[in-house]
């Protein structure tokens, strides 16, 4: 099975764990089975390998979110958008690059879905079927429609013409009011979760229709030319030839607290406590301090570096006007290379908490406007500084001024402390080389 995974957009309904670059399917709050936690997207991706081990899997998204992505699933084959432009500029762009970059033959079908709904493995062998669909070429597109559980204002409606496992589409609907999405229920009506099967080739040749590209590399360097529109806009809504295939398993969109907590497996994770008077309520603590919750009911308390937030679950929902108003500064970051979390903030300072992975390195760079001090915490490694390469341990301390050439490589996994000086920080303030 071919599957794409849409991996975009930026989280701020799920501040403070999310935002700009740290989407929702990062957030690590579902237990692994080893005693620790993973996020949306490593539990999709393990779902994936466990009902189809051979599949070709490729996550389309953002360069903002590439490194999030490496960290968390390792080397994985990613389409990367060079900014955003929607679904159907995204979606062009990841059929052509398993043409043109992974060798796949047009003929083959692909699977299109986003990361971040939870599902259970019935899912995915339902994608595998619609996949196979898809190859019986009875119709340019198949759709998988989710059967709804209550009339949602949330979601785009499905009419298939018939009641079989797989039918023909009558006519797709527009996220409707309680009222509406009641009378589409009792006509038969299917949720759209964009979830979507059809054969490369088809795309490709819908695409070229539509723009004018040679190849992927062609298609890659005109991309923020393209025009901002949606797949089912530019495809799904004009295409006559489409079917649907009734999925009636578990499938939610976690995109509020509300939602999310109700698929926790425990009420805390993280450092916290709640006294027996406490009733439905979650904490999600990313900072080393302790919470304490008494006598609430229906609350969910969210900490990290970003901010803490303390909300009744159903007023969570509207929270993204609030965080506009907040400021923008990053203060936790996963990269391919392990994570930073930002520590304090000064006029003329910066102090940020660095973990490296085992084997892994910084770029070799340099700052124009600031200085740097490193004071290694734990583990071992060895830095290069204009050159010259030292071994490294906790307790030791590296200096380098403005201009100078410097990475650091960790041997084993390596924290430290780096403290950046200047009047003029900024994180455009970086030229990478080349390390000999």
Not at 64 to 73: A, G, I, K, T
Not at 98 to 112: F, N, T
Not at 279 to 305: C, F, K, R, T, Y
């Amino acid at each position: 099975m071919n599957i794409v995974l849409l991996s975009g957009g930026s989280g701020k309904r799920l501040w403070p764990l999310s935002n700009d670059i740290r989407s929702k399917q990062f957030i690590k709050i579902f237990k692994d089975g080893k005693g620790g936690y993973e996020s949306m997207v490593q539990r999709m991706y393990r779902q994936i390998r466990a009902v189809d081990p051979d599949a070709v899997i490729t996550v389309a998204t953002s360069k903002m979110q590439v490194s999030s992505l490496h960290n968390q699933l390792g080397e994985v084959d990613i389409s990367i958008e060079p900014c955003r432009r929607d679904t159907f500029p995204a979606i062009v762009l990841a059929t052509a690059y398993l043409v043109d970059r992974k060798g796949i033959d047009p003929k083959e079908s692909v699977v299109v879905c986003p990361v971040d709904p939870y599902v259970e493995e019935d899912y995915f062998r339902a994608l595998k079927a619609l996949s196979e669909q898809a190859d019986k070429g009875e119709a340019n597109l198949v759709l998988m429609g989710m059967e709804p559980t209550y009339p949602s204002e949330k979601y785009g409606y499905i009419l298939p013409e018939g009641k079989e496992a797989v039918s023909s589409v009558s006519t797709f609907k527009e996220k409707p009011d309680v009222k509406t999405a009641e009378a589409y229920l009792r006509q038969g009506a299917l949720w759209n979760g964009g979830v979507f099967a059809y054969r490369l080739g088809y795309v490709l040749e819908k695409a070229h229709e539509m723009l004018e590209f040679t190849d992927y590399s062609d298609l890659f360097s005109k991309y923020e030319t393209l025009p901002k529109i949606s797949f089912d806009y530019a495809v799904v809504e004009k295409e006559k030839s489409i079917q649907v295939m009734r999925f009636s398993g578990s499938w939610k969109d976690l995109g509020t607290w509300n939602t999310l907590t109700e698929a926790m497996e425990e009420t805390a994770v993280g450092s916290a406590m709640m006294n027996e008077t406490c009733a439905n309520v979650h904490v999600i603590n990313e900072l080393n301090i302790p919470v304490l919750a008494m006598g609430l009911s229906d609350v969910v308390i969210s900490a990290s570096p970003d901010g803490i937030l303390v909300s009744d679950k159903e007023q969570s929902s509207y929270i993204k006007p609030f965080v506009d108003r907040l400021g923008d500064r990053i203060m936790f970051e996963e990269k391919s290379w392990g994570s930073f979390q930002v520590l304090d903030v000064e006029p003329e300072s910066l102090t940020i908490k660095v973990t490296l992975k085992e084997g892994h390195g910084m770029n070799y760079h340099s700052h124009k406007n600031r200085d740097e001090v490193w004071v290694v915490v734990s583990g071992t490694g060895r830095t290069v500084v204009d050159g010259m390469e030292q071994k490294v341990s906790a307790g030791d301390v590296v200096t380098m001024q403005a201009g100078c050439r410097h990475t650091i490589v960790a041997e084993t996994e390596l924290k430290l402390v780096e403290v950046q000086l200047g009047r003029e920080i900024s994180v455009h303030d970086k030229q990478k080389f080349a390390l000999e």
